[in-house]
């Protein structure tokens, strides 16, 4: 069978959301919600302004936006961060826990459920922002700083997972 699809007509659309203007890495479906990787030029949260690498969260049955992780973007620039590309990095969801790598070259594990469950899971537990739309971070490694990666213009790895080991 033949589906036709119209986007101006949203014909065969469930739902559609608006990212920021590029978007590399694939988006995935875990547990009811849709996670994808882009930039900030949609810009959803003023107090997170500028460029930015973004993954957002948005619920599979009906489109609402859930939460978003919005890193700066890195001080060298484009030798390693080019300007407006975002994130790269496909998701992995492995039960409540979300691993991507950041336009900044950290693998970062999140919770599924950002800040909308109330709770500041940990060990990480200096988030700037806060609030029912905003991610919470579980722990970060800094591939940079600790592994000696150097991405040139862009961090656009994915995880993958094997055992109880993410590569």
Request: net charge negative; with cysteine; charged share 25%.
């Amino acid at each position: 069978p033949s589906v036709n699809w119209d986007v101006q007509s949203k014909t065969n659309f469930r739902w559609v959301a608006t990212f920021g203007s590029q978007t590399y890495g694939n988006p995935i479906v875990a547990g009811g919600t849709v996670f994808v990787g882009t930039n900030n030029e949609g810009l959803r949260d003023p107090k997170q302004g500028g460029d930015r690498g973004v993954l957002m969260a948005f619920r599979e049955s009906d489109g609402e936006f859930l939460w978003q992780h919005t890193p700066e973007k890195l001080a060298a620039g484009r030798v390693n961060d080019w300007p407006f590309q975002g994130v790269a990095s496909s998701p992995l969801v492995e039960g409540e826990r979300l691993y991507y790598v950041s336009n900044r070259a950290k693998l970062i594990c999140l919770d599924t459920k950002g800040f909308t469950d109330k709770e500041n899971d940990g060990p990480y537990k200096d988030e700037k922002f806060t609030g029912m739309k905003d991610a919470d971070v579980i722990w970060e490694l800094d591939m940079m700083e600790e592994i000696g990666s150097h991405p040139h213009n862009l961090a656009n790895s994915s995880p993958v997972v094997h055992g109880n080991l993410i590569y």
